[in-house]
């Protein structure tokens, strides 16, 4: 009798686990994409995760919020790495993608990327 009344509370009880096990590889997946570039907009990521934009902008905002990510989301909505690069003549974050080419807010080359 103790065996059926414990059983569908167990069984609640591991979906749920499951669950939260599935949101934090999410997030930490989240957050090693975000990190690797440095500086990423809505837009990007939702590319690369196959979501809708405004998810992935929510998915980001949640990651910051408990400490997966260590950044900000600037005023045009982007991710901006804590460590992102910085355009020396300008000093606005760069994506790591970018490179050694030209910095995409001045048009200087920028000495940036990884």
Not at 3 to 31: E, K
């Amino acid at each position: 009798m103790c065996a059926l009344v414990f059983f569908i509370p167990g069984l609640l009880f591991l979906r749920h686990w499951q669950r939260l096990g599935s949101r934090d590889l999410a997030l930490a997946h989240v957050a090693g994409l975000a990190e690797a570039e440095g500086v990423v907009d809505a837009k990007t990521l939702a590319q690369r995760l196959g979501v809708p934009e405004a998810d992935a902008a929510k998915i980001v905002r949640i990651a910051i919020r408990e400490g997966r990510l260590r950044g900000e989301m600037d005023a045009s909505g982007r991710f901006v790495a804590a460590n992102a690069p910085r355009c020396a003549a300008c000093g606005k974050p760069v994506p790591r993608s970018v490179g050694p080419g030209a910095c995409p807010a001045c048009g200087k080359p920028a000495a940036g990327g990884a």
